[in-house]
């Protein structure tokens, strides 16, 4: 039976896929752990009261550093959320299969990208 034919990953497949998720999901967490404190230690050391040229400069490059995190992080936060409704897709027993044609997603493409819930046939169908 060839991958075409079947219907679902063996539960086999599904464990080293969960090992692969879990393993993005401990490394995702602790990056957005470490990006919130160095947020959290920007915010504490606050603004002084000197006013000039340089030190308005330095403000606005932190201001934009500041935002730059808030975006990563916020990125960071989504994958998280992916991986885990990719969790419940293996508990459940819906991991794998493609929402759009019904077909199991690439073993290839899942090691990539384990959080896909579309194959590459179906993203090159909505382009």
Do not use: W
Request: a positive charge.
């Amino acid at each position: 039976m060839n991958s075409e034919e079947k219907q679902r990953y063996s539960s086999s497949e599904l464990e080293e896929f969960e090992k692969i998720i879990n393993q993005k999901l401990e490394e995702s967490k602790s990056e957005l752990a470490y990006i919130k404190s160095s947020l959290n230690r920007r915010n504490d050391q606050g603004i002084d009261g000197t006013t000039g040229g340089s030190k308005l400069l330095e403000d606005s490059a932190d201001i934009s550093e500041k935002e730059n995190m808030n975006q990563l992080a916020a990125r960071l936060q989504k994958f998280i959320q992916q991986l885990e409704m990719a969790i419940v897709r293996i508990k459940n027993g819906t991991y794998g299969i493609c929402v759009d044609t019904g077909k199991l997603i690439s073993k290839e493409r899942l090691r990539i990208v384990p959080h896909t819930r579309h194959s590459i046939e179906a993203k090159r169908n909505r382009l």
